[in-house]
């Protein structure tokens, strides 16, 4: 790393390997740094944004992403570097060094001594809809934008539970695997068509919702509840709790989200009330199920049938061993957690949020980002453009305009979105910068990270 002692500000660079970007440059000399750390600048997660001396933009993408996740990065000039699986806490921290975008799938876990040592970090691409590996909180007061794909593998999620919908109702494993053993064994006993049966949908989500539609396009009744008030589509029907719910289905079906209330949302009272004979499915999240429950009530035959693809200790990589008591029960389908893992969806999710990635670098635009205020923002040409993330107390808003008016410049442009305790402004400017806007905004009591792209 190219060392100079004090704050830099670096202007728009022919330089393709910049990419159209020019930021706030703090590179500090180590024991300068390490100072840093305790002073009220990087408690308040001033950090640095530190490129190599080629001026190039680095980013990590762990757990084998989609190709695409890599070349819409490479094509702005960042340098990517890819690994196959997950790090751990201690393995991240180093990796993360000189870095300043990861990407992610479920399995890394990124937490706050991560986060307050990855002084180079700007942004984490969450390839996936979950955000629960990555400590939010700790992410917004480092300043350091989080991304996630909520949409991209909705459809994938979707397929597999009809497909399962209909295989656990057709008994098609108990078929497949009786003739597999060489056991002619046709019969018509506990197999039923889809049509005309209840689906009970848990959670009526980006999942929940376009389930219910293919599923009403099959013949289901659909009855769903979620905790939330949620637009019904088609003739599907919304019932009041899981309990009235679990009256009425033939199939329940979890697609809630991974918040914290949700541990052990499902257990034996709930597989208890389920109609006899009823078929079940998880495809959220493994700890929403207490397992044992559900092997008690497949055993007992109570439910018909399941369909699991989440588990609350899923293996770290691909090969390794895994165990579970549901093994070996007779219909129920076990998959590795693949609802999402289409190559349509891992398409979809590298470039979605590759492409978010792209655009809080070049622009600052934080459309979507799970834990910044959002802001839709366009290029910025011709002007400099001031990307200011603070603590959302009265009178930012007046002081970063003090500052601007204090200097002579003049204002093209302002936006402002605020999100719980933060807040983030981002002003266009057509004037030449006076280095001393930046310290002065810099040294903002309520400055968690400035950057200035030019
Ligand atoms: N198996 C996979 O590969 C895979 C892929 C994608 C998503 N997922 C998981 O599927 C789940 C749903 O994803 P989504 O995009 O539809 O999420 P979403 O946030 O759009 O929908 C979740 C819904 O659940 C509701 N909800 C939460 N807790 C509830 C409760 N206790 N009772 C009733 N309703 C409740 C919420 O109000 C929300 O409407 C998530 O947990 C996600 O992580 C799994």
Redesign the pocket.
Known sequence: MEEVPELAFATSTSDPHAGSLADVLWRAAPERRRRCRSDTRYQLGLAPLVRDDRGVLRALLLENLHPLASSVLKAQGIEVETRSGALDESELFEALQGVQLLGIRSKTQVTARVLAEAGDLLAIGAY???TNQIELGAASRAGIATFNA??S??R??VE?AVAEIIALTRRLTEHDGALHGGIWDKSAEGAHEVRGRTLGI????????QLSVLAESLGMSVVF????E?LSLGNARRVES?DELLDVADVVTL?????A??AG?FGAPQFARMKPSAIFLN???GFVVDYWALREAVLSGRVAGAAV??FPVEPKSRGDHFDSELRGLPNVILTP?????TEEAQRDIGQFVSGKLRDYVNTGSTTLSVNLPNLALDQHAGCHRFAHLHHNTPGVLAAVNRTFAEHGVNIEGQLLATRGEFGYVVTDVSADIDQAVITQMQEMEQTVRLRVLS
């Open positions: 996936c809809i979950g909520p949409f593998n909705t994938s999620v597999l848990v959670g009526y989500g980006n999942i929940g919702s509840h979620d905790s939330s949620k899981l697609h809630v989200d991974g918040r209330g949700n949302l495809l959220s999240r693809d989440v957690h693949v609802g999402g893992s």
